[in-house]
């Protein structure tokens, strides 16, 4: 991400694991804390001995920040089941207050209360899969 975001001159969208994470959040082997630290931003040293998945949101949203990407949310995506995953979209801050970020938290108070069979069905729909009747 830091590479990305010295090279481009870019806004960031973030598939977050969410769930991945959690599920791994105890394990111990150093091979799977590394993963975990690497994806995050942090040191092995830094990762908690268990951590729940607003921790570690918190804590790539935080690195985000001192990337110079200080504004963002996280729109949590849910399927049946514990499946879940967050897209975190995440801009630096402009002189007007980066106002098309606006639509960003639209668009999260509208999904939460989405399940994921329907926005896949949505997806389908804008990538001209699906018809309409």
């Not at 801009?91 to 639509?103: D, E, I, K, N, P």
Request: glycine share 8%; net charge neutral.
């Amino acid at each position: 991400m830091q590479k990305l975001v010295e090279d481009l001159p870019c806004d960031v969208i973030i598939n977050f694991p969410s769930a991945g994470l959690q599920r791994n959040a105890t394990k111990t082997d150093l091979a799977t804390r590394r993963t975990i630290a690497d994806f995050l931003g942090i040191q092995v040293n830094e990762l908690p001995p268990s951590f729940d998945e607003e921790w570690a949101i918190r804590k790539y949203r935080s690195g985000l920040a001192e990337l110079g990407k200080n504004i963002s949310t996280e729109i949590m995506i849910t399927d049946h089941g514990p499946f879940h995953y967050h897209l975190i979209p995440a801009v630096r801050q402009t002189f007007t207050g980066s106002q098309w970020f606006r639509l960003f938290k639209e668009l999260r108070d509208r999904v939460h209360g989405l399940h994921g069979g329907i926005l896949d069905l949505v997806a389908q729909q804008i990538e001209g899969k699906l018809g309409t009747l």
